[in-house]
């Protein structure tokens, strides 16, 4: 999606907002596909005494398993992001602007870029999630399995066989 800003910046109290949505189900995050459905996207552009910001508010559905237990979960994620916008950048001021040299503005790769730096790092069905056990597997949120969860000192080991 291509922001026709030209409007906005040449005057001021313009504003101008435009929805659409971003395809981004192919995108592959560690060897998955999370994101499934389009995102919802709603950008606006606004002129406020000559500075000109855009607000980008978005929404899709982020499905991982949970990290610890594997458990497939699925969110709606809804985001916000701020930018200022300039049309040169003056001085070695290279802040938080976007630079549109000719008012356009290309949506979707700023859009993506946004949404994958503020995805959770951390994906868990809850914060106390007892995850699986590294022996036989079973989730541990259903309850104990019988395995001998503790771990042993190869050297230590090696006492035990001398002992048994
Ligand atoms: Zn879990
Ligand atoms: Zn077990």
Not at 29 to 55: C, E, H, M, Q, R
């Amino acid at each position: 999606m291509i922001f026709d800003l030209k409007e906005v910046f040449e005057r001021e109290g313009a504003a101008q907002t435009v929805s659409f949505q971003l395809a981004i189900s192919d995108i592959e995050l560690d060897g998955a596909y999370p994101f499934t459905s389009p995102a919802k996207v709603t950008a606006t552009a606004a002129n406020k005494t000559g500075i000109v910001s855009l607000s980008i508010d978005t929404e899709f559905e982020y499905s991982r398993p949970c990290d610890r237990c594997m458990k497939p979960l699925s969110d709606i994620l809804k985001y916000s992001f701020e930018h200022r916008l300039i049309t040169t950048l003056c001085g070695d001021d290279d802040g938080d602007y976007i630079e549109t040299p000719d008012y356009r503005l290309e949506l979707d790769d700023l859009v993506l870029s946004d949404i994958l730096l503020e995805l959770p790092l951390k994906h868990l069905c809850s914060d106390d999630c007892k995850g699986l056990c590294f022996k036989c597997g079973k989730d541990l949120n259903e309850g104990e399995c019988s395995c001998d969860k503790r771990t042993i000192d190869p050297r230590l080991e090696v006492l035990k066989q001398l002992i048994d």
